[in-house]
């Protein structure tokens, strides 16, 4: 198909959602949740023909990869969704002026919303959940390496819209190919908004190229600070957590920032990353401390290029400070604004490091696994936004909207 008619018919099927009810969204969300469950094995089908092209050490194969139990779980974030209240109509300011006008600034949908993403089949299906929930339609431009998932995925997303009698165009699915790439960054008549999710590349040729108003979901150049008041049981736990829970994720840890008079904690802090084969990159003082406790095949000297890199792998680096402002100074140089932390028990220094640290997300005493919109209550996210216009953070439902003001006169007109 045309991509030009893709966005015509995108654009006109948007100014029909309008007229739909959030019980009709609600039915339609949980319809396409069992959907999704009943064709997990078309699903997984489909899946596994990207993954066989893919190589299975590839940063990227984790988000790839779906499993039954990931496709339940992406059900159930339909459904979650669907039982979220709507963003949409709500009345965020009203107002009475002395000639008598009523304002009421309301709540609505952005419009068409544009995503570029790379292999991730689940972002399909958060996307178009969100999108829906909050009256938008959508354009997908998903990598090659998630073609047949995601084409399984649109297919059976239409499919539930033509059952439900709701235009299937709302949700366009681009040809995988770049030219249609640099079509959809430049479709600023059709599309309201774009949002890049995906590598730190990916994201600097959307936003230095796009006519399209962009909102970043930036990379996970992801820090945490063990404090000289760092509580060791704490940081073991927050540290394993942070780094291996799912290490192709952007809230993934990728700097262990450690206070000088805490290195001889430092074999009990990382020790539990032997067992997950973390190949640690350590700056010389830590690397002193660790060669005698941490297997040697996966301890190496740090460079310049082991700080700043979001790794997506089990590979971290460690950088050991003498002060506290060193490590706010560290943060400050090579932090992407995404997620970032301290393990510290002096409530001041605490306090200071959350005041100061420019991030969407910054965590005391805890992993940062946890910045995600599922995990703050929001239902699925359709990214992680680092920038600070429009949107910061998690980005659910409330951040898919904008607002009109609406003006009840009676006959007044403007005479200066």
Known sequence: MDISKQFIQVKCAAREMVKL????????????????RDETELILDANSRDLQKMDPEASQYDRLLLTKERILNIAKDV?????????????????????????????????????????????????????????????????SDAMESNNVLVSIIKKVLVEMDLSPQIIQLLPTDRSATLELMNASEYVDVLIPRGSQELINTVRQNATVPVIETGAGI?????????????????????????????????CLIVHSD??????????????REVEIYADTLSWTILKDH???PLLHIATDES???????????????????????HIHLYSSKHSEAIICENEQRTNNFLLSVD????????STAFTDGAQFGLGAEIGISTQKLHARGPMGL????????????????RKD
């Not at 019980?23 to 959907?35: D, F, N």
């Not at 979001?310 to 100074?329: C, G, P, R, W």
């Not at 409330?398 to 007109?413: A, C, D, F, P």
Request: glycine content about 6%; aromatic content about 8%; charged content about 20%.
């Open 294 to 296: 941490y297997p040697s």
């Open 21 to 36: 009810t959030d019980c009709t969204i609600q039915k339609i969300l949980i319809h396409l949740a069992k959907s999704l």
């Open 262 to 275: 805490r290195l001889m904690d430092l074999p009990q802090l990382v020790g539990p990353l032997a067992a």
């Open 398 to 413: 409330k951040e898919l909207t904008s607002y009109k003001w609406l003006v009840h006169g009676n006959g007044q007109i």
């Open 79 to 143: 459904e979650q969704v669907a039982r979220l209240d709507s963003p949409l109509s709500k009345i965020l300011d009203h107002r009475k002026l002395e000639n008598g006008l009523v304002l009421q600034k309301t709540s609505v949908p952005l419009g068409v919303v544009g995503v570029i993403y790379e292999a991730r089949p689940n972002v399909t299906v958060d996307v178009f959940a969100l999108c829906l929930k909050s009256g938008n339609a959508c354009v997908l431009k998903g990598g």
């Open 359 to 366: 991030a969407a997300a910054v965590y005391a005493n805890c």
């Open 222 to 254: 992801v820090h945490t600070y063990f404090d000289k008041y760092g509580d060791v049981n704490k940081g073991i736990n927050i540290i394993l957590n942070a780094k291996t829970r799912r290490v192709s994720v952007c809230n993934a840890l990728d």
């Open 307 to 329: 700080f700043g890199t979001e790794f997506l792998s089990y590979k971290m680096s460690i950088k050991t400070v003498d002060h506290f402002q060193e490590a706010l100074d």
